[in-house]
């Protein structure tokens, strides 16, 4: 399950099995924590970090039903019973790619242990790194399905049809001469078409669609608006 609480992000993750001696049932808790571009010093990583669990604690503190969010509740399987987890695991899944010293992940280690106490089996960090040495494939599918992904959606009205068109950007690129310059954005089309593509182009072709009628669409097609960067117009 996500949550998002106050300004915090959790994803907790509970896993269990039963059997003739007894059940038992575990969760594994993600907080995203992601490090703004450029704060890459490692004094500044552990501010970041320490900032974040203190930000944690207190969300938690404040919303009633934080214990079921992370020990979850008893789940029934068939007829038995996993109970309610009795360990947790607290995982800061961060985007730092900076290598940090023993003593910097000390420190946040034992922020966390002041803040939260003893009541997590063990606290870690989840990086790219470490999440591509840990399962490598899964990590390699999911980063080639992303590259797969639209990153924006181009409008391109040509011969009285107007067609979505998914492209990936590349990035802004200048050109010219020192009296004259020019920006263009690279782009390259891909042929992976989204579910939903072609009821968009007729709901953007057709001079009956009303804003309810979009509004209904992305509704329904979340995932136009999760990839979209912007929508240009060609």
Same mark, same amino acid.
């Given at each position: 399950?996500?949550?998002?609480?106050?300004?915090?992000?959790?994803?907790?993750?509970?896993? /269990? @099995?039963?059997?003739?001696?007894?059940?038992?049932?575990?969760?594994?808790?993600? @907080?995203?924590?992601?490090?703004?571009?450029?704060?890459?010093?490692?004094?500044?990583?552990?501010?970041?970090?320490?900032?974040?669990?203190?930000?944690?604690?207190?969300?938690?503190?404040?919303?009633?039903?934080?214990?079921?969010?992370?020990?979850?509740?008893?789940?029934?399987?068939?007829?038995?019973?996993?109970? *309610?987890?009795?360990?947790?695991?607290?995982?800061?899944?961060?985007?730092?790619?900076?290598?940090?010293?023993? /003593?910097?992940?000390?420190?946040?280690?034992?922020?966390?242990?002041?803040?939260?106490?003893?009541?997590?089996?063990?606290?870690?960090?989840?990086?790219?790194?470490?999440?591509?040495?840990?399962?490598?494939?899964?990590?390699?599918?999911? *980063?080639?399905?992303?590259?797969?992904?639209?990153?924006?959606?181009?409008?391109?009205?040509?011969? /009285?049809?107007?067609?979505?068109?998914?492209?990936?950007?590349?990035?802004?690129?200048?050109?010219?001469?020192?009296?004259?310059?020019?920006?263009?954005?690279?782009?390259?089309?891909?042929?992976?078409?989204?579910?939903?593509?072609?009821?968009?182009?007729?709901?953007?072709?057709?001079?009956?669609?009303?804003?309810?009628?979009?509004?209904?669409?992305?509704?329904?097609?979340?995932?136009?608006?999760?990839?979209?960067?912007?929508?240009?117009?060609?």
């Amino acid at each position: 399950m996500a949550y998002g609480l106050g300004e915090t992000e959790l994803l907790v993750r509970m896993f /269990g @099995h039963y059997g003739s001696l007894g059940s038992s049932a575990a969760t594994w808790i993600y @907080h995203q924590a992601f490090l703004p571009v450029g704060l890459w010093a490692e004094k500044s990583i552990v501010i970041h970090l320490k900032d974040r669990l203190t930000t944690a604690k207190r969300d938690l503190n404040s919303h009633q039903d934080a214990s079921r969010m992370l020990y979850g509740s008893a789940q029934w399987t068939g007829n038995d019973l996993i109970p *309610v987890a009795t360990e947790a695991y607290y995982y800061l899944a961060t985007n730092i790619a900076a290598p940090l010293s023993d /003593g910097a992940m000390n420190a946040v280690r034992n922020h966390f242990r002041t803040h939260f106490g003893s009541g997590f089996a063990q606290f870690g960090f989840a990086t790219p790194q470490s999440m591509a040495e840990a399962a490598p494939s899964e990590v390699r599918r999911f *980063v080639l399905d992303l590259l797969n992904s639209p990153s924006s959606y181009y409008f391109v009205a040509r011969e /009285g049809k107007v067609s979505v068109v998914p492209v990936t950007e590349h990035g802004l690129y200048m050109t010219g001469t020192s009296g004259s310059m020019e920006a263009a954005t690279s782009t390259s089309s891909i042929s992976i078409r989204p579910p939903g593509l072609s009821d968009l182009e007729a709901l953007v072709g057709s001079l009956a669609t009303s804003e309810a009628d979009l509004q209904a669409f992305f509704t329904e097609n979340p995932h136009f608006l999760l990839g979209l960067d912007d929508i240009t117009v060609r």
